[in-house]
């Protein structure tokens, strides 16, 4: 009988412990972020198309969604020179967490002194030299630079799945609102 006693206990103790996680299921962050991206899309009366306009030109508010789940639009494609395999670029962005709305960042402005700006990294290589890479450095920043060249200008909505070490951790989407790809010499 004790001994059933003690079983019990440990039991109702494990199943304690276990529903005190209040870690989210993968499930369930792809559910807020969905929401998430569709209300911030929403409220931004952005228009998603399915297909990259075939002249290159995005209205200010269009966006592509590719197949990976990132959200493209071009501002400017930039002076025609493409990207190669180890390509150094330098990256400056500005944007805002998605999911928690008083997170904004912008890597434009002189005085921002936490981070330091430009991300440099190699096009082709997910790894980025300096601070900013955990929580900005991506798959989907780098995807851009499919579309356009040096010295371009995106935006961009990018799923965590594609997304930084941080945006995985954490389930959160974010929205750049000003990327822009320069290619050092």
Known sequence: MKKSFNILMILCAVLFVLSCN?????????????KAIDRFVDEQGFEIIENY??????GEKQFVKLSTGLYLNVVDSGNGNRPEYGTSILLRASGRV???????????????????WPMEFKYGILYSSNDVSGFFFSEGLMSGLSYVGDSSIVKLIIPFKIGSSY???????????????????
């Open 98 to 116: 998605l999911l928690h709305d008083t997170v904004s960042f912008n890597g434009f402005d002189p005085m921002n002194t936490i981070i330091t």
């Open 53 to 58: 306009p075939a002249n290159g030109v995005f």
């Open 22 to 34: 209040n870690n989210k299921s993968y499930t369930d962050m792809l559910k807020d972020e969905k």
């Open 167 to 185: 945006q995985q951790s954490e389930g959160n989407p974010i929205y750049y609102d000003k990327v822009r790809y320069i290619f050092e010499k």
